[in-house]
């Protein structure tokens, strides 16, 4: 499929960050961005999703040492660890009990892991959502604005999966290939769902498929969302949106506008980005029950400060 409307010219998509700007919207200390369509109404709603009671991951397992640095601590007996001195003297009565505990380093924003982005995450001419200045992302102590601190109750809404590879009845999409907005109204319309307001999208473009078969594949080509979607996200009053690469199609076809998707969405929209999900389990749970819309819950650690989070989206049935 191609895409059946006039794609927006470089000019259009710069526009963008005018036209489609959620700035002062919510209030000029607004944090949340596109968040807000998540009302507790919305909420409601999707817990009425929930028809089967079945779990499935959205995200990748983080590998060691390849995503990760770990380092394991093992201790037996804990009655005989350095320091245990000092310990109360019943600390000392009990010899069975013993520990594992870990420090972990993680770089999660990138290609692999599964994460969220925050508002803050992307700067556009030196500015963040709500025409915050990118001053405020200190190095010593991380972000004082749209960190992802302010989702800190959770992201929990309706999710609607759009298998954008199975509407082109392709196993998959192939790097470069984007997705347009005939593509998303084409996947609702097989899969008998509609995007409402306040909803999560996640675009599956087959990458998952591809990364179980072959692993990952290096370069920055890949299939993704075309900024011609942007437009449409906003219509719909989308409060998310993930997808199973990290989110705009490269090359962008913009010589000026890199990742026109991460821009626009997070500085103009403050619209949440979920990069590199795993949609694959997602996408055969759906199949299988004849449902294509789910609770979506994300719950993002509350690192101070920072740009985002791994995490963990479950879609329950």
Known sequence: MTAERPLPTQD?????????????RWGDDDELGALNHITDDVRLAAARAVRHGRSVSCAWEVAVPEDMERSTTTCPCAADMPGAEHMPEHFHNDRRWGFSNERLGILFHGNTITHLDSPCHIFWNGTMYNGRSHSLVDAATGSAWAAVTAAANGIVTRGVLLDIAGVRDVPWLEPGQGVF????????????VRVRPGDAVLLRTGYGRVRHEAGETGGFTQAGWHASCL???HERGVALIGADTPQDVQPSGYED?????????????????????????????????????????????????????????????
């Open 257 to 317: 506008v890199l990742m026109p998707v991460h821009a626009v969405s997070l500085v103009a929209m403050g619209l949440w980005l979920l990069d590199n999900c795993d949609l694959e389990a997602c996408a055969a749970t759906a199949a299988e029950l004849g449902q294509w819309d789910f609770q979506l819950a994300v719950a993002p650690v509350r690192f101070a400060g920072t740009s985002g989070s791994p995490v963990n989206p479950i879609a329950t049935f």
């Open 231 to 233: 437009p449409w996200l």
């Open 181 to 192: 907005p005939d593509d998303l109204e084409e996947a609702e319309r097989r899969q008998g």
């Open 12 to 24: 259009d998509v710069l526009g963008y960050f005018d036209t489609l700007s959620n700035w002062g």
